[in-house]
Structures are given as structure tokens and as C-alpha cells.
């Protein structure tokens, strides 16, 4: 099993898009800590940075789909850079008004620009990727962005409570590196055209029959029954994974107090970034030959156990939990994100890429959008340790409906 190997001989344009990729990733000091800037610095009540997350989840919707659809229309590297050109002025200026709630403004820019650039990168690689090494390429993404974000919360973790307007103007800085290494780097990128007409030549009979039965991208979509259950499931994953921005830091700061909290809330994404940079090729190697519905089911169950864990988080004696259940629910998050851009991309025309892939942002954010609104209401009734449970039930239903997500995808290739 050659780990690295693996990653060997991709297209020169995905090892530049993942190095652009690792920069921002670096820089992204932002989202593990809006939740204790709204309630630690800003003074907002749960209930009302759960509404706020909502929010900032709908504008991550919003940009997904929007930057998804401008993507398949327009050229793909102009509709990125334009997107990361708005960020990086909306970050400098939030971090001038960090104290200030009007910075809630930058924080839903922010989340719009971040989401709408993902679906159109991920659509990129696609573009010079084949069935053959689409998947390697994917987790190399995955990995990259796990090599710049570990290293990047740390960081963050030591600027929050001192230095807040770095948080911002940090992830400013990384975005227009990430940026310049685009502009300047990035070339050769084959339009919606011609991959069209390459892939014409090389399986006329398979576009033949994506012209006769794909009418539009959303009647596409309706009819792909496998993908419409699969992306339910995702919702339910991704609204279990919301709750480790938002109810980790909450009970994190309930025992320590916010400053303590901000640096063990550092360490947790550490030790998630850690754990996926280690865990991206092994898991890769092993899965590789799986169904993502299988992965994707695995990876339930890792946050069943890895979230539900959390339920014996109590005081400074337990504090080793967070590190051993954060490592099992990681597993869980790079079998999810390795798998999902290459199972949507490999069910896609190339018209409809960008689209596809923005399906993906869309179900994440329902996700993330539901996880913070309904946790806020739990945690009038229930305790913190209890709301790991309710996560983990969630997390066990996402487990049911891939089942049934399976089965008719067996069907799909009887047939």
C-alpha cells in the first residue's frame, strides 16, 4: 500500500488549485470561532447566534447555488477570482468593525463568497479529471486542505482573545496569496465546450443519451433518485457536524470561560486536522474500491460514536475525551469528503458541473443551517452532554436512509 504514490502523475492544474487551496485553508480563522465571537464578545444569547448561524448558513446556500450557476455559464477561473476579489475587501473591513455587530454583515459575505468558491473549484477539477484519477484528485484536495487548516487554527486560537481583528484580516491575507497563486499559475483550463466536444469523441453513444434524457439541469436532478436520497443523508451528516462549531465551543466555554475555551476549541481542530492528514491516504487506499454510499455510511456511524462521545465530556478530567472522539468522528469526516465532489461529479454532464457540485454546498448548509437553530432550542430543555445525544440519533437516521439510498442504487446497476 503506497500512500503517496497514489497522489503521483495527477494533472498539473489540481496541484495548483490544492496549493492555492491549502493558503486559504491556512488563513480560514473565521469559522471555528463565530459561535464564541457572537456570544463571548458580542454578547448574543445562544438562541440568537443559533439564528445568526442560520443565517450565515442560508448566505453559504445562497452563494453555492448563485457562484454554481455562474460557473456554467461563464469562465470558471474569472467567476473564482471575482468571488475571492469580494471576499478578500469584505474581510479587511470586518475586521475594522470586529467589535461592533454590524460585523455580522461581513461574517454573511464572508460565509456567501467562501461556499460559492468551493462548488466552482471543485467543478474545475473536474474539468481535468477523468473517471481514472478523479478520486485521487479529490482527496488530494481534501488533504491539502487539512495540511492548511491544522496548521491555521492554532494560529487562530492565539489571535482570537487578543488580537480578534487578525481573524479577519488574517484570512484576508491568505485569500489574496491564494488568489495571486491562481492568477498567475493557473493555465490551460479547458471550457465547458471543449470538454464537451472531447467527450463526444471519446463515448458518443453515452452523450447521445445524456442529450435525450438530461432536458435541464433540475429535471436531471429530479430523476437521479440515488442522488436525491444520498444528499438527504448529507443533510443529516452535515447537520451533526455543525454542532462541533457550535455546541463544542458552547460547553467548552460553560466549564473553562471563554478564553480557556478558545484555545481548547484551537486544539480541537488541530487534532482534527492532524487526524485528517493522516487519515486521508490510508482511508483512501482502503475505500477506494467502495461505493461512496458505503463510505458515506461509515462515516454515520464514526459520528454516532465520535459525537455521542462528547456526552461524557464533564470537567478538566475529561478533557482527554475531546481528543480521542474528535480523531473517530474525523475518519468519519474524510470518508464523507473524499468520496461526495466524485460521486455528484461522476453522475453530472460537464454543463452541469458547477451545479452538481453546488448541490453538495446546498446540502451541507441545510445541514449546518438546521444544526445550530434546532440545537439552540434543545439546549432550553436539555443539558450540553445531552445534545450530543439528540446528535448522534441524527447522525443514526442519516444510517437508515443511506440503506435505503443502497438499495436503489443496486437497482441503478442491475439495470
Known amino acids: 500500500m503506497n500512500l503517496i504514490a497514489q497522489y503521483r502523475g495527477l494533472p498539473r492544474q489540481v496541484y495548483i488549485i490544492c496549493c492555492a487551496r491549502i493558503i486559504t485553508a491556512m488563513g480560514a480563522f473565521i469559522f471555528s470561532f463565530t459561535t464564541l465571537l457572537m456570544t463571548g464578545i458580542l454578547g448574543m444569547s445562544e438562541i440568537a447566534a443559533g439564528y445568526m448561524s442560520v443565517a450565515s448558513s442560508l448566505s453559504s446556500l445562497c452563494g453555492a447555488v448563485l457562484c454554481g450557476r455562474l460557473a456554467d455559464r461563464f469562465d470558471r477561473k474569472t467567476v473564482l477570482l471575482t468571488?475571492?476579489?469580494?471576499?478578500?475587501?469584505?474581510?479587511?473591513?470586518?475586521?475594522?468593525?470586529?467589535?461592533?455587530?454590524?460585523?455580522?454583515?461581513?461574517?454573511?459575505?464572508?460565509?456567501?463568497?467562501?461556499?460559492?468558491?468551493?462548488?466552482?473549484?471543485?467543478?474545475?477539477?473536474?474539468?481535468?479529471?477523468?473517471?481514472?484519477?478523479?478520486?485521487?484528485?479529490?482527496?488530494?484536495?481534501?488533504l491539502c486542505i487539512n495540511i492548511g487548516y491544522s496548521m491555521g487554527q492554532v494560529i487562530a486560537g492565539q489571535l482570537f482573545y487578543n488580537y480578534t481583528r487578525w481573524i479577519f484580516w488574517g484570512q484576508g491575507i491568505a485569500f489574496s496569496l491564494s488568489a495571486g497563486v491562481l492568477f498567475f499559475f493557473l493555465k490551460d483550463m479547458p471550457s465547458i465546450r471543449e470538454i464537451q466536444r472531447l467527450q463526444s469523441v471519446q463515448n458518443p453513444s453515452e452523450v447521445s443519451q445524456v442529450n435525450e434524457e438530461r432536458g435541464g439541469f433540475l429535471k436531471a436532478f429530479c430523476r437521479d433518485k440515488v442522488l436525491v436520497i444520498?444528499?438527504?443523508?448529507?443533510?443529516?451528516?452535515?447537520?451533526?457536524?455543525?454542532?462541533?462549531?457550535?455546541?463544542?465551543?458552547?460547553?467548552?466555554?460553560?466549564?473553562?470561560?471563554?478564553?480557556?475555551?478558545?484555545?481548547?476549541?484551537?486544539?480541537?481542530?488541530?487534532?482534527?486536522?492532524?487526524?485528517?492528514?493522516?487519515?486521508?491516504?490510508?482511508?483512501?487506499?482502503?475505500?477506494?474500491?467502495?461505493?461512496?454510499?458505503?463510505?458515506?455510511?461509515?462515516?454515520?456511524?464514526?459520528?454516532?460514536?465520535?459525537?455521542?462521545?462528547?456526552?461524557?465530556?464533564?470537567?478538566?478530567?475529561?478533557?482527554?475525551?475531546?481528543f480521542i472522539f474528535t480523531v473517530i468522528w474525523t475518519a468519519g469526516e474524510v470518508l464523507v469528503s473524499t468520496g461526495t465532489g466524485v460521486f455528484i461529479a461522476d453522475r453530472a454532464a460537464p454543463q452541469y458541473r458547477a451545479r452538481y457540485q453546488s448541490l453538495y454546498s446546498l446540502s451541507s448548509d441545510l445541514g449546518r443551517c438546521m444544526g445550530p437553530l434546532t440545537m439552540g432550542y434543545v439546549l432550553q430543555v436539555f443539558t450540553y452532554a445531552q445534545g450530543w445525544i439528540v446528535t448522534a440519533c441524527v447522525s443514526l437516521t442519516a444510517v437508515v436512509i443511506l440503506q435505503l439510498c443502497r438499495r436503489y442504487y443496486n437497482l441503478e446497476r442491475k439495470k
Open 83 to 142: 468571488i475571492m476579489t469580494v471576499n478578500i475587501v469584505n474581510l479587511f473591513l470586518g475586521g475594522i468593525v470586529v467589535f461592533h455587530r454590524i460585523v455580522l454583515v461581513n461574517i454573511l459575505i464572508q460565509s456567501f463568497c467562501f461556499s460559492g468558491f468551493i462548488p466552482v473549484l471543485a467543478a474545475m477539477i473536474s474539468d481535468v479529471t477523468t473517471e481514472v484519477n478523479r478520486k485521487e484528485s479529490f482527496s488530494l484536495l481534501y
Open 230 to 322: 444520498f444528499l438527504l443523508a448529507i443533510i443529516l451528516v452535515q447537520y451533526c457536524h455543525s454542532e462541533i462549531s457550535y455546541l463544542m465551543p458552547l460547553q467548552l466555554s460553560h466549564f473553562f470561560g471563554l478564553e480557556i475555551s478558545a484555545k481548547w476549541n484551537s486544539y480541537l481542530w488541530f487534532t482534527n486536522g492532524v487526524s485528517c492528514i493522516l487519515l486521508t491516504p490510508v482511508l483512501l487506499s482502503l475505500t477506494r474500491r467502495q461505493s461512496q454510499i458505503v463510505n458515506v455510511t461509515i462515516a454515520a456511524v464514526t459520528y454516532v460514536i465520535g459525537m455521542g462521545g462528547f456526552y461524557f465530556l464533564r470537567d478538566a478530567g475529561t478533557l482527554w475525551l475531546v
